[in-house]
């Protein structure tokens, strides 16, 4: 049976008014809004919705969806496992925090080697809050798998993978034989939004909870041991803007004196 492990994060809505987002400078953490839930990264809820288009297709299959983070990152779980995903894997561990991309995908890479045996796995292409898009390629080459990036279109048959790649200036078709890794993006279209009866089932799906010693992962493999990257400040930029109006007795006037100012700011 073909079976598909898709890796989802979660994230603050993208929704929050610009004037609530806050970081705390000092810990360089992103300050949760009240009363804003978090929610599931958009990109990875088109992977999920791109495993279960396969699985459909198909008329079988098994679709795990794991993911790392506090417990209150169950949440995801269970709006992936209300999408239709059949089984959920929480990774939280004091461990695992202030870890970046190398981190996350070492912790990943080690829950999937633990879900074993498996034929895809999905990821978003990017993570909604961060944007770096790179946790999929590391995740691959950490598991030694080919790896597709940018995916519109996943299709599974014969043992291969047919992916149609986004590019800047057309679409790509790419073979590759399976296990692989695929990071899905937006084109393939809108994910399905679960029903109350859906949402319902959900809570009676399995969710397990692994801590690092449970996937076999010591502290120079997760967290600040595992990473890479050192984050030297993170803040909200402050943007000023100013505005003049230009004035003259005519529209022509008016013209010449607004590209007199353009010229004198060396904008044209």
Wanted: contains cysteine; aromatic residues 4%; glycine residues 8%.
């Amino acid at each position: 049976m073909l079976h598909i492990i898709c890796c989802v994060k979660q994230v603050p809505d993208p929704e929050t008014p610009a004037s609530q987002f806050k970081v705390d400078e000092a810990t360089k953490k992103v300050l949760p809004v009240p009363g804003i839930a978090p929610v599931i990264s958009q990109f990875d809820a088109v992977a999920v919705e791109a495993a279960l288009r396969i699985r459909d297709k198909l008329g079988e299959g098994k679709v795990t969806v794991v993911t790392m983070g506090p417990e209150g990152s169950r949440d995801v779980l269970k709006h992936s496992l209300a999408m239709g995903a059949d089984e959920g894997v929480l990774l939280t561990d004091k461990a695992f925090e202030e870890g970046d991309h190398v981190a996350t995908a070492n912790a990943l890479a080690a829950a999937i080697q633990k879900l074993a045996p498996f034929d895809l796995v999905l990821c978003g292409r990017q993570a909604v809050d961060w944007d770096m898009g790179v946790v999929g390629s590391i995740l691959a080459e950490t598991l030694n798998l080919p790896c597709v990036t940018l995916a519109k279109d996943v299709q599974v048959s014969d043992g291969k993978a047919m992916v149609e790649r986004i590019l800047l200036d057309g679409i790509e078709k790419v073979e590759s034989s399976l296990p692989a890794l695929v990071t899905v993006s937006n084109e393939l279209g809108e994910p399905r939004y679960p029903q109350l009866r859906q949402i319902m089932a959900a809570a009676r799906k399995e969710v397990s909870v692994w801590s690092a010693g449970d996937i076999g992962l010591d502290a120079s493999k997760v967290g600040p041991g595992g990473s890479l990257l050192n984050v030297e400040r993170l803040y909200v930029p402050v943007r000023e803007s100013q505005c003049e109006f230009v004035e003259g007795d005519t529209p022509e006037e008016s013209a010449q004196k607004l590209a007199q100012k353009l010229r004198e700011a060396k904008l044209i």
